[in-house]
């Protein structure tokens, strides 16, 4: 299942999203299918940004007061974690937290929720985040920032050191810093998982996460390998130290690996990727995002 290539994007069964929200910058929400360089489809999600109203004194009565703390033309470019899709509530809430940042964008990897194809666990999925780059950039996004959780945080890195100079900086949230990692028993549960026949029928029916049988050939590009092609793009690595996945040796290999280039913040007391990542951390990764794509 090796990788070959950036995604392109093609449009198709555009419709608005479903979620609730306030009046948004820049027009509405869309949602719709963009389509791979090998030809999956992937339910993606554009956000443009988040507005409040207020119709008190001060303002006048019924003005729009835009909210946002971002710079024009920036999009932060979301990879959710393994059985995650873009209709879950964790991936739901690091969006409205961005959002206040500027514009959003977010996708259900291959295999997951209500995209095509099985998922690859990382491999092939790289071609599902340049797809979702592309559509921003197309979109007329100047300054694009992704940010990537546990699985999707090993896809931020190997994507930006294939496709270098695609984005303006990456943010790798609780990844790996290598493949067939099985130190912690949920990394031992995963390897069944992925692994075994019954594991993905656990999956498919039960995690909404439809896996590849077929092993990686070749095996891609690790995480660890890819930070030092990423440079000069600015690099964010967060883990927090009680992720019962991947201890802090994974994280510090990342930030070793990276040099002057990277940045490294170990969160106290934070487990792993987007369930577990406070509301103050991703307000926090939101001021980076804006501080170094500009």
């Known amino acids: 299942m090796g990788t070959d290539g950036a995604g392109h994007v093609a449009r198709s069964t555009i419709r608005p999203y479903s979620e609730t929200r306030n009046v948004t910058r820049g027009g509405a929400p869309i949602r719709t299918f963009l389509h791979t360089a090998d030809d999956v489809a992937i339910d993606s999600v554009y ?9 008190g004194p001060e303002n006048g009565a019924g003005e729009f007061q835009d909210d946002s703390q971002g710079v024009e033309g920036l999009v932060l470019v979301v990879a959710h974690g393994f059985t995650g899709d873009v209709d879950r509530p964790h991936v739901r809430r690091v969006a409205r937290a961005f959002a206040r940042y500027g514009a959003v964008v977010t996708f259900s990897f291959r295999g997951h929720g209500r995209s095509g194809g099985r998922s690859t666990v990382g491999d092939r999925e790289v071609l599902d985040l340049a797809a979702a780059v592309a559509w921003a950039r197309e979109l007329g ?8 959780f546990s699985m999707g945080g090993s896809v931020v890195l190997r994507h930006a050191a294939l496709e270098a100079g ?3 900086a990456v943010v790798s949230v609780s990844a790996p810093a290598r493949w067939f990692y099985r130190g912690t028993a949920p990394m031992r549960r995963l390897h069944w998982l992925v692994t075994r026949p019954s594991g993905r029928l656990v999956g498919r029916y039960g995690l909404r996460t439809r896996i590849h049988h077929r092993q990686w050939d070749p095996v891609p590009l690790s995480p660890v390998e890819a930070v030092p092609r990423i440079a000069p793009t600015p690099l964010l690595v967060v883990h927090g130290d009680q992720d019962a996945y991947f201890p802090l040796d994974h994280p510090r290999m ?3 690996a990276a040099g002057e280039h990277g940045e ?4 106290h007391g934070m487990g792993h ?3 577990a990542a406070p509301e103050p951390l991703l ?6 995002a804006v501080a170094r794509a500009g």
């Not at 490294?264 to 969160?267: A, S």
């Open 141 to 148: 996004h100047t300054r694009v920032v992704t940010v990537g």
């Open 47 to 55: 956000e443009p940004g988040s507005v409040v109203y207020d119709s």
């Open 283 to 288: 307000g926090r990764i939101g001021d980076w």
């Open 254 to 256: 990342l930030a070793d």
């Open 166 to 168: 695609s984005v303006d």
């Open 273 to 275: 990727a987007e369930n």
């Open 264 to 267: 490294l913040w170990v969160e």
